[in-house]
């Protein structure tokens, strides 16, 4: 939302639907916790992907199966979220 708030998207929209697809549940999955209670989690491998394909420059395979958390990360980068903040 604030890719799109602050100018911040390229022209084809890629993170507003990043957004629209996040509050659409897309990257969520019902899970088991340590108790035994369903919860909802987020689906990193998922997410991880989804933005990997947005970025400038994909991470390769490799780096988005040991590092997803990093991939995502990139995303804010950029975004320039994390240069001028967000």
């Known amino acids: 939302q604030r890719a799109r708030n602050y100018g911040r998207d390229e022209p084809d ?3 507003e639907a ?3 697809e996040m509050a ?3 990257y969520e999955r019902m899970e088991e ?3 035994g209670k369903v919860v909802p989690t987020i689906d990193v491998t998922a997410l991880a992907e989804a933005v990997n394909g947005r970025l ?3 991470f390769g395979a490799a ?3 040991e590092r997803p ?3 995502i990360a990139e995303g ?3 975004l320039d979220f994390v240069e001028k903040g967000c």
């Open 13 to 15: 929209r890629r993170w």
């Open 18 to 20: 990043l957004m629209e």
């Open 24 to 26: 659409a549940c897309k």
């Open 33 to 35: 916790d340590a108790t």
């Open 56 to 58: 400038p420059t994909p």
């Open 63 to 65: 780096v988005l199966s």
């Open 69 to 71: 958390v990093s991939v």
């Open 76 to 78: 804010l980068v950029a």
